[in-house]
Structures are given as structure tokens and as C-alpha cells.
């Protein structure tokens, strides 16, 4: 009976074991065919991965003859779970070159129990990803980064409310509508802890139930177009160690108050708009790795807290708007490999950084430190590979201690004052790919190249005084690619093979030396470099160097200010045939073209300078895709082409002093959206400005001085809203004057010198001030009449600023180069031609028109004006005392009015005045003495019979006494001196007291003289 149980039990338990077996291989069985289709039905394309790590993970999945039947747990990617059931839960198949589109009827999303799939750095070959995925609803770990993945993202990827782990990173063309972002955070808030969604198109806020993730880990949102603002809970989640929402330019949001307890140990803003103060509190996250901030809108200190983050491995706050001085407790950041604080507006001293010996990247680019020289600590950083301090007010010469560091491959010190001689510690620095020195005051010769800069790749010494030759070492340096030398001291022939044997060069730059360059070269076309770029100013060429006729790839080509002359030859049509976008000749002797065409072969010139030549005949045409075209100061003739009307990309244009005539042509409507700059000056243009101004014009210059154009002003100027500069002077243009151009709200400059306008200048009634923006305003030897515009000196408010900076108007365009604004002005009694247009000059010119009544009150708010000239009118009264108040005035002319009284004492505070005109009016009074004043000759006062003192020879007695009989004078004269037919008995008795003169003596007719020059000079 026990056997019969015992056996009965044995059967059992022998059925249940068999039963358990077939059913893990019937599942083991069904899975392995299901992986096996799908092996069956998707392409492999080894070039499909950029994973070096890749390998076809499924060359493994073959059948297991052995046994029969395909056992899939032991194939590459593939993993099962424990033997009681024998599911596929783990498919890795991340870079296997898998190829071709997938959709929903895949057999892959028939493994229902599936734990994690990853199919990442692969190509789907833009495939939607299929709605299939929510089937996995066992899915803890979903990884589809980089894969080509495009359009939305399923609805269905909502249903796997498992998800531990999500990772679409860069799939660009994907999108993933808010609501589906939404529902998915939902349905896994208690489980997910990894969500990687950069680069993918979310383009929606950040939804608050993120804040609930209380498991969440790492949130990666870069490059996602989020917008609005950032949920401040979602920095407050307990276990958040990774949060990176880097490139959303329109996210904003401000750093929280951090808690001790915070996890976070990488924390990337970079690219978004976080704007205010960073916290002391930033103290507070001691586990924090790396804080990238580049690039947002942070202001204030940098707080001293910083110093807690003691675990910090990479700080970046590039491109922000904090100021102070750095907080020496960064020095407490030992563990840092990585620190870059460019591009903001720091100050004080730089504190000693000895301390960070694990550095390999240091950049404090662009920051207004205290002078300081460099410091020896430096050398003590010898694990640095990249040092940058480019303009950060450096002075003195390098350091020996910058011999120690060994490893750097850049070092970069440009725009400092770093002086002394060309730095002898190169030979220790044999890693260094990046050399850039540029915009110092390093003196003396370059020393020879050590060989063993054999890396050396980039060498930028431009802009220093460095004398003597160009040492021939350099040809030993092969792998050099840029060379830029341009701007120092450096003298003799420069033979071109030195360079041409570098065959790795694409730039070259040896332009403003005092070199003569050597155009003859020894090497074959198959031996020579390929350029990209090659600048080559005032390098005494005779002749187009030959090398150039192998160019081919060549894009910019600079040979300004050299001695060329004759024709351009029919060869260099072929340089850069394809590829020139920059090409300058100005300067030169050049007559013209060769191959006798009026069109330039350059098929992608973006910008033609061929001005300052002695071209001649009708003007050339540049190809549609110039940009920038210059011809000025030339011999052209002929009228403006109707061609020049098809350049639509067209945004300087110039063709100023030549011998250009005709009408304005009608067709350059055609540019007035892209042209910036229209300069016409110094032709003989006629006839009519055309009414071709039209809305959304983006000109900042229109000078069409200096020709015969009449007529007047068209009104579709006020379409130019972005115009800084407006020079009509020297024409016949007629007509009252244009008050509306006061609502261009850009004007800085307007020049309507010496034409007929005419007519009082009155200001129209309004709310918005007028002209606010006007700098400089030059309305002399016109017509205009009636009181001076007073009511506009309280209307121009940029004349009321004195903290102008120095810089120069500039029409900037393209990377290729920018238009410098000019003009002609007279300043200072002198016509003077402003090749370049500083900010911080402020002048008014209302001389010689028909201006009467009072110097107001009201010119005493112009404080920024440096040149101030009124003369030439017919104003009356007294010359306001309160003009003291125009401190940095230089220059001051009020000649040639009726002005009275005195000149105010208290002009002797104006300590900037180098010249003074006050002639021919009716000042009296002694002349102010001390200051400027005792610098000045007496032609600036000579007319004013009254004026006493120094400079002029007539010294001042009493005062008082002398301006009573002064007026007592001037009233006996105006009252007693005849006129009209009285003028014939004066005549008559002047006969005769002259014969009466010459028989009494000299005495009374040298009274009667007197008396007649003071009569005579009153009345002019």
C-alpha cells in the first residue's frame, strides 16, 4: 500500500515536472520564433550605427541544432527569466546596424512580457514609433535614443505605467504633444526615475505633475522647446540627482532657495533664460558634480557659498551678466577639472586658483578684472590642457613658470597688453595644437620654430609689434593649418615658399608689416596648399602672386593697398571660380578687366571691393550673390545700371565719387529689403530723389551728398525706421524743413548742408519726442529763417548724455565684412572728412541761414555737445551764461550775429575748448582770462569794437566808465548822425573841409576818419 503511494506520488510528481518542462519550452519556443521573424523581416547596414562599439548582435541568433529547436536565452542582447517560466524580459539590441522602417505588426511587440527594450543608436529610417509599444505594458526600461525615430509619439506610450526608465534622446523630427507628455508622467508618477527626452520636440510648459515624480532620478529635457515657466517644485524632488533643461531659449524661471537635503549632483541650465541672482543657498547642494549655467540670464555676485560645493567637477557660467569679484572660497573647489566664467563683467582682483590642481580647462575670457600680470601659480596647473584669458586685462611679460606646463595643446591670450619679447618657452610645450597671441604689444623678432612643435596647428601672432623676418623655421612646422601674422613690424622679403611647402595651410595672413612678398613660387600646382583664405594687404605686390592660379577652393582673397596695376588678368577668373565669397583690390592701380567684360566671374562673391583704383568706363556687375559691393573712388561713368536692381541679396552698396550720372534709377525699390547702406555721395547724379522707400526697408545709411539732385525730400523716407544716418548736403534740394523724419526713432546723424531749404523750423504737436535719438545735425547754408528750433534742443535727448562710448557706427552685415559710416562736417572751423563716425561726437551746425532772436535757455541741456556753431545769422541778445553747462563742448562758433553784452565769465570752466569764434558781433566788456581762454588768439574776438583785454591790445580801464560812455557815444551818434537827402549837404561840406584839412593840418581829418570807421563797421 506505502509503494502503491509512494509510487502514485512519484508519477505525480514526475507528470508535474514533465508538464512544467514543456510548458518553459513551449514559451521559450514561442518567444525565440517570434525574435527569429523579427530577425527575418528588419535589414542590417553596418554603416547604419556611429557607436564604435557596435557589432550585428544578430549574426548570434541562429537555430540550436543540438537540441532541436531555437533556445534564444544564450543569443547576443537576449536574456530570459529564472527557469519557472522562461520569458524573453530583456532585448538589448543597441547599436546592432539594425536598418529599415518598423511598424506595429513586428512580431517584437508580441514578447508581452518584456522588462526592457532597448533599441537605441540605430536607424529606423524616419518610422513613426508604432503604437504597438503599448502592448508592453511590462516595460520597466524603454530605450529608443537615436534612432531616426520621427512624427508623434503614440498616445499608447501612456498604457506603461511601469516605466522606470524612458530615453528618446535625439531624435530630432520626433514630437511629443503635451498631452501624451502628460498623461505619460501621470500614469508612472510613483515608478519613473529616468526620463532622457532631449532634442526631442515637446514644444509645450513643463507640466506641474512632474513635481510628484517623488522617485524621480534624472530629468533630461535639453533642446526640447519648452517655454514659459520652469515649475520651482520640480528642484525640490527628494531623490532628483540629474536635472538638464539646456537650449529652451524660451524657458525662464528663477533658482529656488536649495535645502540641505538636496541629491543633485549635475545641474545644466545652460541656454535658457533663468534670469535673477544665483542663492547662497546654491551652497546647500553638496553633492553637486557639475553646474552649467552658460549662456542665461543671471546677474549679480557670485555668491561666496560656492565654495561648499567641494564635490564640483565642472562649473560654466559663460555668457551671463554677473558682476563682482570672484570669491576667493572657489579655491575650495579641489575636485575641479573644468572652469569657465567668459564673457561676463567681474572685477576686482583674480584670485590665486593654486589650490585647483586637477584643472585641465581654465577660461576667464572677456571680464574686467583689475591690471594684473600673470601670475606664477599658473605654472603650478600642470594638468591643464586648454588655457584661455583672452581680454582680461593682462599687462607684462609671460611668466618662465609657463615653461611647467607641459600638457597644454591651447593657449590662447589674446587682446591683453602682455609686452616683452616673443616667449622662449615654446620648447617645452610640445602638445600645443592652438598657439593665439594676437592684439598684444609683444616686441622683437620671432625666434626660430622648435621642431618639436610638431602638433602645432593654429598660430595667431597678429597685431603686435613684432620686428625682424618671418624665421624660415616655420616650414619645419607641417601640420600648421592657420597662420596669421598681419599688423606687427615684421620687415624684409618673405619668400612664399616658406609657406607654400606647409601643405596642411588653408589660412594665411600676412597683411600691414613692412614686408615685400615674394609672388614667384618654386613648387608645382600638385605640391602647393589648398587655401581657403589668404590676406595679403600692403605687402608691396606688384603683381597678382602666380601660386594663386591653383586656387581653386580658395573663399577670401584680400589684396588691398598694394601696388598693382594695369588690368586684373583673365586667369584669376578661375581662382576660387566656385567658392570666392570675399575678394578686395582697393587700393591698387587696377584699370579694369582683362577679358574686357562688364560681368565678374565669381559665381559666390558675397562682397566685391574694387574701390580706390583708376577703374574707368560703365560699372562692373557682381553676381547675384554679392552682399557687399564697393567701387567708390574710381573713374566710372555712365549711369547706375538697371542690373544692379536683380541683387537681391544686396546690402551695402556703394559707388561714391565717380563720374556716375543720370537719375537715381527707379528699380532699386527692388533692394529696399536687404539694402543697408546706399552711398551715392560725390557723382553727378540729377534730377528727383525717387519715392522708392517703402515699408519694411532695413537701410542705416543713405548718403547721396555731393550731387546735383533737386526737388524734394520723398515722405516714404519715414518707411526707414532703421536709418541712423541721412546725408543730403551739397545738392539742390528745396522745401521746408522735414520735421516727420523726428520719428525715426534710429536717426543719429542728419546732414541737409548747403542746399535751398528754407522757412521756419517748427515743431509739430505730438506726444513722442522728436529726433531722440540725433547726434549730430547739420543744417548750414540754407534758408531757413525764424527763431532757432529751441523747442528741439529739449526734444534731442542723445545730446543730453554724456556717457557716449567711443565706439564707431558701423553698418555690420555678414561674417565678410562690415561698412564703416563716414561723413563731412566742419569742426573746429575746419571742413573735416570723418572717415569713421564715433559715437561720442555731438554736434550742431545751423550756421549761415536767416536765424534771429535769442540764444534760449534751453541749449544749456545739451550736455554731451562737442562742436556748437551758430554763426552766421542774425541773432541778437546776450549769450546765455547757463551754456557753461555744455562742459565737454571743444569747439564754440557764434561769429557773424548781433549778439551784445559780455561774454559770461564763467566760459572759462569749459576746459575742453580748443576753439572760439565770437568775431563780428557787439560783445563788449573784458574778456574772460584763465582756463582755455588764455590759449585763444585774437581773431576769435576781432569785430567787437567794445571787447577789451587779453588777446587783443586794447586793455581795459574802468568798467563803468567805460561802458557809459560807450552807450553814451553809440546814443549821440544814433541821434544826431543825418540821413537820406541830408547825405547830399554832407557831401558837399566834406569837399570842402577836405581843401579846409590840407590848409589847417592832418588833425582834423584824421578826427572825421575815426568817426566814419566806427560809423561804418556799426552798421555792418
Avoid at 301 to 328: A, E, F, H
Avoid at 459 to 487: C, F, M, Y
Avoid at 491 to 511: C, P, Q, R, Y
Avoid at 999 to 1008: H, P, Q, S, T
Wanted: proline residues 5%; hydrophobic residues 40%.
Amino acid at each position: 500500500m506505502r509503494m502503491a503511494k509512494s509510487l502514485h506520488l512519484f508519477i505525480s510528481l514526475f507528470l508535474l515536472l514533465l508538464y512544467v518542462s514543456l510548458q518553459v519550452q513551449s514559451h521559450s519556443f514561442d518567444d525565440c520564433s517570434l525574435l527569429l521573424d523579427f530577425k527575418n523581416n528588419i535589414s542590417t547596414n553596418k554603416s547604419a550605427s556611429s557607436d564604435p562599439r557596435s557589432y550585428p548582435k544578430l549574426a548570434s541568433w541562429t537555430h540550436n541544432t543540438s537540441e532541436g529547436k531555437s533556445y534564444c536565452c544564450s543569443w547576443d542582447g537576449v536574456e530570459c527569466s529564472d527557469k519557472t517560466t522562461g520569458h524573453v524580459v530583456v532585448l538589448d539590441l543597441s547599436s546592432s546596424f539594425l536598418y529599415g522602417p518598423i511598424n506595429s505588426t513586428t512580431t517584437l511587440f508580441s514578447l508581452i512580457h518584456l522588462r526592457t527594450l532597448n533599441l537605441a543608436d540605430n536607424n529606423f529610417r524616419s518610422s513613426q514609433i508604432p503604437s504597438a509599444i503599448g502592448r508592453l505594458s511590462q516595460l520597466a526600461n524603454l530605450n529608443l535614443s537615436f534612432s531616426g525615430f520621427i512624427g508623434h509619439v503614440p498616445k499608447d506610450i501612456s498604457q506603461l505605467t511601469q516605466l522606470v526608465s524612458l530615453d528618446l534622446t535625439g531624435n530630432s523630427l520626433l514630437k511629443f504633444q503635451g498631452s501624451v507628455f502628460r498623461n505619460l508622467v501621470q500614469n508612472s508618477t510613483q515608478s519613473l526615475r529616468e526620463l532622457f527626452l532631449s532634442r526631442v520636440n515637446i514644444d509645450s510648459q513643463v507640466p506641474d505633475i512632474l513635481a510628484n515624480s517623488s522617485s524621480l532620478r534624472s530629468l533630461s529635457l535639453g533642446d526640447c522647446g519648452l517655454h514659459g515657466k520652469f515649475p520651482t517644485s520640480i528642484f525640490h524632488l527628494p531623490n532628483l540627482q540629474l536635472l538638464h533643461l539646456q537650449d529652451n531659449s524660451d524657458l525662464t524661471g528663477y533658482l529656488p532657495t536649495f535645502h540641505g537635503n538636496s541629491q543633485l549632483k549635475s545641474l545644466a541650465l545652460a541656454g535658457t533664460n533663468f534670469l535673477g541672482k544665483v542663492p547662497p543657498s546654491i551652497g546647500n547642494l553638496i553633492h553637486l558634480e557639475q553646474l552649467d549655467l552658460y549662456n542665461c540670464s543671471f546677474l549679480g555676485p557670485l555668491p561666496r557659498s560656492v565654495g561648499n560645493l567641494t564635490q564640483l567637477i565642472k562649473l560654466d557660467l559663460d555668457y551671463n551678466n554677473m558682476v563682482g569679484q570672484i570669491p576667493s572660497s572657489v579655491t575650495n573647489l579641489t575636485h575641479l577639472t573644468y572652469l569657465s566664467l567668459k564673457k561676463n563683467d567681474f572685477t576686482g582682483i583674480f584670485p590665486c586658483l593654486e589650490s585647483l590642481s586637477n584643472l585641465t580647462y581654465l577660461c576667464i575670457r572677456g571680464n574686467n578684472f583689475d591690471r594684473w600680470k600673470l601670475p606664477d601659480w599658473l605654472g603650478k596647473l600642470n594638468k591643464l590642457i586648454v588655457l584661455s584669458l583672452i581680454d582680461v586685462n593682462l599687462y607684462g611679460e609671460i611668466p618662465s613658470s609657463i615653461f611647467n606646463l607641459t600638457k597644454l595643446e591651447e593657449l590662447n591670450l589674446l587682446s591683453n597688453q602682455i609686452e616683452g619679447p616673443f616667449p622662449p618657452f615654446l620648447s617645452t610645450m610640445t602638445k600645443l595644437i592652438i598657439l593665439e597671441l594676437a592684439n598684444n604689444q609683444l616686441t622683437g623678432p620671432i625666434p626660430p620654430f622648435p621642431r618639436t612643435m610638431t602638433k602645432l596647428r593654429i598660430l595667431d601672432l597678429a597685431n603686435n609689434q613684432l620686428t625682424g623676418p618671418i624665421p624660415s623655421s616655420l616650414s619645419d612646422l607641417k601640420n600648421l593649418e592657420i597662420v596669421q601674422l598681419r599688423n606687427n613690424n615684421i620687415s624684409g622679403t618673405v619668400e612664399a615658399d616658406i609657406f607654400l611647402s606647409l601643405k596642411k595651410l588653408k589660412v594665411l595672413s600676412l597683411g600691414r608689416n613692412k614686408i615685400t612678398l615674394s609672388a614667384i613660387s618654386n613648387h608645382t600646382i600638385d605640391t602647393l596648399p589648398k587655401f581657403t583664405a589668404l590676406e595679403f594687404k600692403d605687402c608691396n605686390l606688384r603683381v597678382f602672386p602666380d601660386f594663386l592660379r591653383s586656387q581653386v577652393q580658395l573663399e577670401i582673397l584680400y589684396l588691398d593697398n598694394n601696388r598693382i596695376d594695369g588690368l586684373i588678368p583673365e586667369w584669376m577668373g578661375n581662382v576660387g571660380k566656385e567658392t570666392l565669397q570675399v575678394l578686395t583690390l582697393s587700393q591698387n592701380s587696377l584699370m579694369g578687366f582683362e577679358h574686357h567684360s562688364l560681368v565678374v566671374p565669381w559665381i559666390a562673391l558675397e562682397l566685391l571691393d574694387l574701390s580706390y583704383n583708376k577703374l574707368h568706363g560703365s560699372i562692373p556687375m557682381p553676381p547675384p550673390t554679392t552682399r557687399i559691393f564697393q567701387v567708390s573712388n574710381n573713374k566710372l561713368t555712365g549711369e547706375i545700371p538697371r542690373a544692379i536692381c536683380d541683387l537681391k541679396s544686396l546690402q551695402f552698396l556703394d559707388l561714391s565719387f565717380n563720374n556716375i550720372n543720370g537719375p537715381i534709377n527707379r528699380c532699386l525699390e527692388k533692394l529696399i529689403d536687404s539694402l543697408l547702406v546706399l552711398n551715392l555721395r560725390g557723382n553727378t547724379l540729377q534730377g528727383t530723389i525717387p519715392n522708392i522707400f517703402m515699408a519694411g526697408s532695413n537701410l542705416v545709411m543713405i548718403d547721396l551728398s555731393e550731387n546735383m539732385l533737386k526737388g524734394q525730400l520723398p515722405r516714404s523716407l519715414e518707411n526707414c525706421t532703421s536709418l541712423q544716418i541721412l546725408d543730403l548736403g551739397n545738392n539742390h534740394m528745396k522745401g521746408m524743413f522735414p520735421f516727420w523724419l523726428g520719428a525715426l526713432p534710429e536717426l543719429q546723424v542728419l546732414i541737409l548742408r548747403s542746399n535751398n531749404f528754407h522757412g521756419a523750423i517748427r515743431i509739430p504737436s505730438k506726444s513722442n519726442p522728436m529726433f531722440r535719438k540725433l547726434r549730430i545735425i547739420d543744417l548750414s547754408h540754407n534758408s531757413f529763417s525764424g527763431d532757432l528750433p529751441n523747442q528741439y534742443f529739449a526734444e534731442w535727448l542723445a545730446m543730453k548724455e554724456t556717457d557716449s562710448n567711443a565706439k564707431y557706427m558701423e553698418a555690420i552685415s555678414i561674417e565678410s565684412g562690415s561698412y564703416t559710416c563716414s561723413m563731412k562736417f566742419i569742426n573746429k572751423g575746419v571742413s573735416t572728412e570723418y572717415e569713421k563716425i564715433i559715437n561720442s561726437f555731438i554736434a550742431i551746425d545751423l550756421s549761415s541761414n536767416k536765424f534771429e532772436g535769442k540764444i534760449s535757455e534751453t541749449i544749456k541741456s545739451l550736455i554731451g555737445l562737442r562742436s556748437l556753431n551758430l554763426s552766421n545769422n542774425e541773432l541778437s541778445g546776450a549769450i546765455p551764461s547757463s551754456m557753461k553747462n555744455l562742459t565737454l563742448l571743444e569747439s564754440l562758433d557764434l561769429s557773424g550775429n548781433k549778439l551784445s553784452g559780455k561774454i559770461p565769465q564763467k566760459f572759462t570752466q569749459l576746459n575742453f575748448l580748443e576753439f572760439l569764434n565770437l568775431s563780428y558781433n557787439n560783445l563788449d566788456g573784458p574778456i574772460p582770462q584763465g582756463g582755455q581762454f588764455n590759449t585763444f588768439s585774437n581773431i576769435s574776438y576781432m569785430g567787437n569794437f567794445a571787447l577789451c583785454g587779453d588777446p587783443l591790445s586794447k586793455k581795459c580801464g574802468n568798467s563803468e566808465t567805460s561802458r557809459s560812455m560807450t552807450v553814451s557815444l553809440n546814443k549821440d551818434i544814433e541821434s544826431d548822425f543825418p540821413s537820406g537827402i541830408d547825405w547830399v549837404v554832407i557831401l558837399f561840406g566834406v569837399a570842402s573841409g577836405l581843401v579846409i584839412g590840407l590848409l589847417f593840418g592832418n588833425d582834423m581829418a584824421k578826427r572825421f576818419y575815426e568817426w566814419m570807421l566806427r560809423r561804418f563797421m556799426k552798421r555792418e
